[in-house]
Structure formats: structure tokens, C-alpha cells
């Protein structure tokens, strides 16, 4: 009997047709809802960047066609069969009316719904899951119904479904319940299905006229065992001590279709010396495993920094990167969204280019024209398609943000990013970026984006040059940010690592802020009591000049603080450095010697006390510079950078954080 012809490995430059989907809807979409194959292909090379030595490698079986314009026919396919989109000849494909107004599709559901479909038509026994989906969810998305956080009950017996969330739950999975009436629906969670009971509880009136809808399994069921083997550390911590819920971890339940639910879980990635169970991936590992990933693509960063890095998007979601041209800003930015799982394929990463002209923030999220329809702006698309899919990360670089002044275009974000708030799911809200009546007459745009919110899952970096060509930053900015400076650089090549790195898909709990108020600090009084004590005696050198900084900026050093020593990922001393570098000493400038005499003052804090120790001479920062090469010296970044600043004093009767 012949043998079967191994199928060649596809180029890893090119992406596979399952991560094609939400990539050939998106490009149908811009191509006006229909385009011919020549068409979509194009702008699918357009939106990707790919490379005309990528787009043109063969197809190993046949050489007249080549591998991405076979994975992108296959990407179709599945569109196609799944009603997404019809061919309306000659090539040409068009999206369905139900699928017009949307912007995201669900890959997984996709090609799990085609591939059950095509396995029964071949006679094998699989299970087709929400065959009738089209006609329950118009826009082939999941529906998000309500989160849970783990707790006993969850691990052992079920749920009770929110008060708020039981028509809408009811009408997703087209059930109608009765008081005392149950139903079997099916539940999906990763690649498995199970089996529950939605049941309206039949309470007795004597002690509740009000409706009771709870999803159960008993605790031998199988859900129950797949949900204890993912949640091992709330089984650890809340059954097995008899605990309740730890708020640590959680799942979001949509529903798929009739009858049709998805539980998508959130484990908590754990800190070294954390075990809850057999298989533990720290928050080191993990950033062990970028670190790897961005090595693979021939960068190399100066060590630590891929740490403060994780650390300053955990603490807040707004990251500034500074430093001279051509230093990998940029580029640490996408390749870090790559690592965790955003990139443009998925509609995950999005980088945009800051115009000089921009002035307010309609150039970011959109106006009304002359004729009363809506405009939309650079990024509006992407921050509700992250509103939508609170599941992953998503991440926003803005790229040489200061060619404009950063408070004007984007200081809408800045006051909202302040009104953020923790819900009783456990989710962060906020005030609107968009109001629904932003749209004007436009109301084809009102239903689309309706009222858009800061998601929780939105990380915004902003890379800037500090020359002639740029914008300060305002104190409203600086306060607002963690700004990183990049000043390292090592010309020589490093070892190149063959072997390609693969990416993570990360949920949002590992860049989640956990902390939005000090009060939520409370299991760490002492630790927070220390912090404070040292910021405290820092502010008091600031105040003789007038910069001494308030309660927000010692907020977020506290919680940048208690994430690291969470995680363990830098010391102690290392992380606080990092902080008076980027929260503290980036808004100090002046020509008067009020600023001279702090400076020297805040050096004495950092590094200790040196030799021939005068404001008025004339070469204290060379002496500065030897107390740097101390190993007793504390704080030896903020040490260096405050020799510098008094050095360009010195020289210029003027200095600032910035080259």
C-alpha cells in the first residue's frame, strides 16, 4: 500500500488559516464588504506588513500558488460554511448582512463548528457544537453574560446566575424557565464539553417570592473535576481549609447558542513559593519565557528591564518609553505584545504613528462632519474591539507621542484613567472615553460603537524622542505614567538563537491592574507603612524646591512596589530605584539654586554622603560620580541621574530630567 505523502511545515514567517478568521473579515471589511480574492489577499499582506519574499514563497504542493494565498483560501472556507461570508461569483466574496455591523468574530468557535460539521458528514461521532448558531447569535460572536469569581460552591456544586444577568442569559440560550422547572444546557471549557442542570429553584414562598436561577453538578461530575484541576490554587486554598472565595481567580460565562454555554477560565498566575497544585508557572517563569521569545527576534535590553517593564503595566496601564532614536523602543513594545499573545493578526497590537497636528481628542477617536456623518478616529475601532474581548490583552503603542502635546490629544484618556473603579464581579470600569451621543446625527455609528469605556484590558505605551522636534511633557502626563528611559546601548551583536521561540497566549490577569485604592492594601500594612516612611522622607528633600509630589504618585510607587515583592521579579532596592526614575525625578527642572541644593540634598539620600560635599562649587557631579561606584550606594540608577542633571547645571545654569 503507497504511503501517505507527509504534509511539508508551513514557513513560520506565514500565518496558519486558523489565525487567518478575524484577519480575512477584517480585510473584507475594509474592502467595503466585498472583494475578489486578488483583492482580500492584498489587503491582508497590506494590513500584516508581510514582506514580498514572505508573500511570494510556493506552496509546497503546487508552485503556481503560493502558502499564504493558500491558507488565507482555507481562512475563507471557513468563513464560508460557517455563513460568515458567500461567494457571489467569479471569485468574489461578500459578507453576509447579519455579519455587517460587527467587528469581531470568534476563530475558536468558527473552526470548531466547521470541522464537528465535516467530521459527521465522514460518518465519525462528534458532537456539532451550536449547529444553528447563525440564527441564535446574528453577529457569530460569543455573548458575555456575567463573570464569576471562584468559590466553594463554584468547585463542588454550581452557581447562582446574577439577578441582573437572568433574562439575558435566558434569551442567549433561547431557555424559558418556570419556578420549579430545570433544563440540561451544554458547557464548554477549553476544548471539552460537559453536561449541567439550569434550574429555576422552587424556594418556598415562605421564605422567598423572588426567582432563583443556579447552574448545578454534583461534585463527581466532570465539570466539577476539570474546574478544580484549573482552579488547584482556590481548591487548595478555600476547600480543601474550608475557606470562602479568595476573589483571586474567576471565570466568564457566555453564552454560544441555544442551550450553549462557555466558561473562560482565569487561573492566578502564581508567585515563586506558591502551590496550588501540581503544575505551577510563575510570573518568573513567564517572563523568563518573553524574555526568551524577544532574544529569538535578535534584541537584546539591558538586564531588568523586561521586569520593570511587566511591573509598570501591571501597576498602571499607561507606559512611557524615552530615550534616543533607534534604541528598540518601539520594537520592545510589539515584540512584548507578541509574547503574551497580541499582534496585528489577531487584532490584539496596534501601533500608530502621532501626527504634529493633532490638538484634541477627536484625531484618536473620531467627528462629525459637515454632512452629519461620523468620522472615526485612529483608534476607536481597536479600544471597542478590546471592550469586547475583556478575555486578553490588548495593546496600544503610540508611536513618538510627543510630536504633539500629549495632554491635548490625549487628555480625555488621561481624566478617565483616573474615575477607574472595581465593580462586585471583580471587573475595572470607568467613566466613558465616548459618550453614546458623540456620533451626532450618525446613528449607523452610534449603533455600532454606542458608549465606549476604558477596558480593563487596554494598555497604552507611548514611545517618545526628547530632542528639538518634540513636546515636553506637562506634570499631568509625568504624574500619570511610569516613563522608562532607554540609555543602554551594546553595539555588539549578541549570540544569535536559531531556534524560534514560540509566543504565549496570556489572559488579562497577568497584566491586570490588581490594585486601584490603598485601602485594597490592607493585608500589606507594615510593607506599605515602609514604602511611605521612605517616600516620605524623599518629599521632604523635594519640598525645599517646590517638586515635591502628591498622593497619587505615592500610590501607584506603593503599588508598583507590593508587585514586586509579589512576584519577586527585582530587589527591593532595585525596584524603589526604578521608581524614583521614572515617577520622581523626570519632573524636576529648574535654573535656580533652590534646585542645585535639592539635587544635592536628594543625592546625599540615594548614594551617601562625598568628599568636599558644597553647592557652590563647581565640579561636584565628577565627585558624585565616584560615590556612584560604591557598592554601599543605594539607589545607583537615581544616583547617576542625578550627577548628570547637577553636571548640566553646572555647565548650563540649567537642568532637567531629559537629554
Not at 486558523?18 to 480575512?24: A, S
Not at 540634598?601 to 565627585?623: M, N, P, R, V
Amino acid at each position: 500500500m503507497a504511503s501517505k505523502t507527509k504534509r511539508q511545515p508551513v514557513d513560520p514567517r506565514i500565518p496558519r488559516s486558523n489565525k487567518l478568521l478575524q484577519v480575512t473579515f477584517h480585510a473584507l471589511k475594509q474592502l467595503g464588504g466585498t472583494g475578489s480574492n486578488e483583492e482580500i489577499l492584498e489587503q491582508i499582506i497590506k494590513d500584516l506588513g508581510i514582506t514580498d519574499e514572505v508573500a511570494s514563497i510556493p506552496h509546497k504542493g503546487n508552485p503556481n500558488f503560493t502558502e499564504l494565498a493558500y491558507q488565507v483560501a482555507w481562512a475563507r472556507t471557513y468563513l464560508n460554511q460557517y455563513g460568515v461570508i458567500e461567494n457571489i461569483g467569479r471569485s468574489r466574496w461578500s459578507l453576509r448582512t447579519e455579519y455587517k455591523e460587527t467587528d469581531i468574530i470568534d476563530e475558536e468557535l468558527i473552526i470548531k463548528t466547521v470541522t464537528a460539521k465535516n467530521n459527521t458528514k465522514q460518518g465519525q461521532d462528534v458532537k456539532i457544537i451550536n449547529n444553528n448558531n447563525n440564527k441564535t447569535n446574528q453577529n457569530g460572536t460569543r455573548i458575555f453574560l456575567f463573570k464569576k469569581n471562584v468559590d466553594k460552591s463554584l468547585l463542588k456544586a454550581g452557581l447562582t446566575i446574577p439577578k441582573d444577568s437572568y433574562s439575558k442569559l435566558l434569551e442567549a440560550v433561547q431557555v424559558t424557565l418556570t419556578k420549579g422547572e430545570k433544563t440540561d444546557l451544554t458547557v464548554f471549557i477549553e476544548d471539552n464539553s460537559y453536561k449541567v442542570t439550569l434550574t429555576n429553584v422552587n424556594l418556598d414562598e415562605n421564605i422567598s417570592n423572588r426567582e432563583v436561577l443556579q447552574i448545578r453538578y454534583s461534585e463527581g461530575n466532570a465539570i466539577c473535576k476539570k474546574l478544580k484541576e484549573i482552579f488547584s490554587y482556590s481548591q487548595e486554598k478555600i476547600v480543601n481549609n474550608e475557606g470562602e472565595s479568595l476573589n483571586e481567580e474567576s471565570v466568564d460565562i457566555y453564552a454560544l447558542g441555544p442551550s450553549t454555554l462557555k466558561f473562560v477560565c482565569f487561573p492566578k498566575i502564581q508567585n515563586e513559593g506558591q502551590s496550588g497544585g501540581e503544575k505551577v508557572i510563575t510570573v518568573k517563569d513567564t517572563i523568563q519565557n518573553i524574555k526568551k521569545y524577544i532574544a529569538a527576534k535578535s534584541f537584546s535590553y539591558e538586564d531588568g528591564l523586561i521586569e520593570n517593564f511587566y511591573l509598570s503595566l501591571k501597576s498602571k496601564p499607561f507606559v512611557i518609553l524615552a530615550g534616543t532614536s533607534g534604541t528598540g523602543k518601539t520594537r520592545l513594545v510589539k515584540l512584548f505584545a507578541e509574547a503574551i499573545g497580541a499582534n496585528n493578526a489577531n487584532g490584539r497590537y496596534q501601533m500608530v504613528s502621532v501626527r504634529p497636528d493633532w490638538s484634541d481628542s477627536t484625531d484618536l477617536f473620531g467627528h462629525v462632519d459637515l454632512n452629519g456623518r461620523f468620522i472615526p478616529g485612529t483608534i476607536i475601532d481597536f479600544v471597542k474591539r478590546a471592550e469586547l474581548d475583556t478575555n486578553h490583552p490588548y495593546v496600544l503603542c503610540l508611536d513618538e507621542m510627543n510630536l504633539a502635546r500629549v495632554e491635548y490629544y490625549l487628555s480625555d484618556f488621561l481624566s478617565v484613567m483616573e474615575t477607574r473603579d472595581v465593580n462586585e464581579q471583580g471587573s475595572i470600569v470607568s467613566a466613558p472615553l465616548v459618550s453614546s451621543n458623540y456620533y451626532g446625527p450618525d446613528k449607523s455609528a452610534a449603533g455600532k460603537y454606542g458608549t465606549v469605556k476604558l477596558p480593563e484590558n487596554l494598555f497604552i505605551v507611548g514611545t517618545v524622542n526628547m530632542d528639538e522636534t518634540t513636546f515636553p511633557f506637562s506634570k499631568k502626563v509625568l504624574d500619570r505614567a511610569n516613563t522608562i528611559e532607554f540609555s543602554y546601548v551594546d553595539l555588539m551583536p549578541q549570540e544569535l538563537i536559531a531556534d524560534s521561540i514560540p509566543a504565549m497566549d496570556l489572559p488579562n490577569s497577568f497584566l491586570k491592574t490588581q490594585y486601584l485604592f490603598l485601602q485594597q492594601c490592607a493585608d500589606e500594612v507594615e510593607t506599605v507603612q515602609g514604602y511611605c516612611a521612605e517616600l516620605k522622607s524623599i518629599n521632604e528633600i523635594l519640598l525645599k524646591a517646590n517638586v515635591h509630589v502628591g498622593y497619587r504618585i505615592r500610590d501607584e510607587i506603593v503599588f508598583y512596589m507590593l508587585n514586586n515583592k509579589e512576584t519577586g521579579l527585582l530587589a527591593e532596592d532595585v525596584a524603589f530605584d526604578n521608581e524614583l526614575m521614572q515617577k520622581i525625578l523626570p519632573r524636576i527642572q529648574g535654573s535656580s539654586a533652590s534646585v542645585k541644593n535639592m539635587l544635592c540634598e536628594l543625592f546625599k539620600f540615594c548614594a551617601g554622603d562625598y568628599e568636599g560635599y558644597q553647592t557652590e562649587a563647581d565640579d561636584i557631579s565628577s565627585k558624585m560620580l565616584k560615590v556612584t561606584q560604591n557598592p554601599e550606594c543605594k539607589y545607583k540608577n537615581s544616583a547617576k541621574k542625578i550627577a548628570f542633571m547637577v553636571r548640566r547645571f553646572e555647565e548650563d545654569g540649567f537642568t532637567s530630567y531629559w537629554l
